[in-house]
């Protein structure tokens, strides 16, 4: 594993380093001027601090800054240059991986590597050696590697390090046997929160403290910043959204529930209504596939929605409607600057969109949802995996 200040004990000077890249992060460059103010330190503790960086590789001088008059100070910055970050968002099926550099610009992102996820040591050996496998062919350097983010659908406790879903050992972390395989830092999370996150550092969230994200995938999940952090919740739980119980469809939720939201604004929701639909004899697109008793998926859905598949549009609207309902119950009690809808259903673009804004207009109190933007999410199917590098960069540095 790579040694280097972020790795050591929180001394004082390990923690008034990581502060200063903190207000890199967030500030952008500054003079040495600038972070002694902000950190409390005499100047000639703070040059110290930053020639250290320097050497160390994690900040460099830009140069003179803009400022006209008089003398213009020397400011510095974060070094792209410093490490890799490495993010994976990993799905039943397959993985999506994106690499960033340390000041948080994708380098690379796979696509997807396809793999069975499973509740045991062997699918936490595969998904390494894919990422080794994949540092290997695009000729990066693993060892430049500063951390790893992970995230999983379902319940997740960061702090903890396990998954409710593919924890295998009770008496071990997940979190630990990922970092014993890959020899860095690794963090997992919740995949709702690391696309939240994601979307926070790098995607359509501007200078907004307090946001909601929407996941409308095959479940629907929730994450949040609220006053400019990231929420977890006491056990790292928070943002079940879609078992909110507000339906009367008498359709039982995976939970194990009924009225939940996700049975009537998710992509399980969609497909099992388009199913229904066609069962009963509407026309489609899908209509031939269905009789021929061929496999009809989501992503078929999804598709036809975007070939403008009447059927697939009018259903896609009524999860726009039931989403609506509950957005608009989310920004009566949270008052949000931004919600972001992403996940598998946002490809749904208008057809989606309209309905929920129509929704929200109608159930909202006017005096609150005024000050409330709804917009797609920017990232799209990076929004997770750019979190996780985030997420790792956020753990290394203590901003989460």
């Not at 910055?77 to 999506?96: I, K, M």
């Not at 999804?302 to 009447?310: F, G, K, M, Q, Y």
């Amino acid at each position: 594993m790579r040694n280097n200040f972020l790795l050591g004990k929180d001394k004082k000077n390990n923690l008034l380093k990581k502060t200063i890249l903190r207000l890199c992060i967030s500030s952008g460059e500054q003079s040495i001027a600038e972070i002694s103010e902000r950190i409390h330190a005499s100047v000639p503790t703070a040059t110290k601090l930053i020639q250290e960086l320097i050497d160390e590789g994690f900040m460099i001088a830009m140069g003179k800054s803009g400022t006209s008059g008089g003398r213009r100070p020397s400011i510095y910055g974060l070094n792209p240059a410093a490490g890799y970050l490495v993010g994976v968002d990993v799905g039943y099926r397959q993985a999506r991986l994106v690499v960033t550099d340390f000041k948080g610009t994708i380098l690379k992102n796979s696509g997807t590597i396809p793999f069975v996820m499973e509740a045991n040591e062997e699918s936490v050996r595969v998904i390494c050696s894919a990422l080794r496998g994949y540092f290997e062919r695009n000729g990066l350097d693993w060892d430049r590697v500063l951390g790893c983010g992970l995230s999983f659908s379902g319940r997740v406790n960061p702090k903890a390090g396990y998954s409710n879903s593919f924890s295998y050992d009770k008496d071990y972390p997940l979190d630990k046997t990922f970092t014993d395989y890959l020899g860095v830092p690794v963090n997992i999370d919740n995949d709702s929160r690391a696309m939240t996150y994601g979307e926070y550092i790098g995607g359509v969230v501007k200078s907004e403290k307090n946001m909601l994200f929407v996941n409308v995938s095959w479940g629907l999940g929730m994450g949040m910043i609220l006053d400019g952090k990231l929420y977890f919740g006491k056990s790292g739980f928070s943002g079940e959204f879609g078992h909110f119980p507000i339906l009367d469809n008498d359709v039982i939720c995976r939970c194990g529930k009924v009225g939940c939201i996700e049975t009537g604004a998710s992509g399980s929701a969609l497909y099992r209504r388009v199913l229904e639909e066609l069962a009963s004899g509407k026309a489609s697109s899908l209509s031939s596939k269905y009789r021929r008793g061929d496999k009809i998926t989501l992503e078929d859905i999804l598709v036809a929605i975007n070939e403008e598949d009447v059927l697939a549009i009018r259903v896609v609207e009524e999860i726009g409607s039931t989403l609506g309902r509950g957005i608009a119950g989310l920004i009566n009690v949270f008052n949000p600057e931004v919600v972001v809808i992403g996940g598998r259903l946002a490809v749904g673009g208008d057809y989606l969109m309209l309905p929920i804004k129509s929704t929200v207009k109608k159930l909202s109190q006017n005096f609150v949802s005024q000050d409330t933007s709804i917009k797609f999410s920017r990232l799209g199917a990076d929004a997770a995996p750019f979190g996780d590098c985030m997420l790792s960069r956020g753990k290394l540095l203590g901003v989460v």
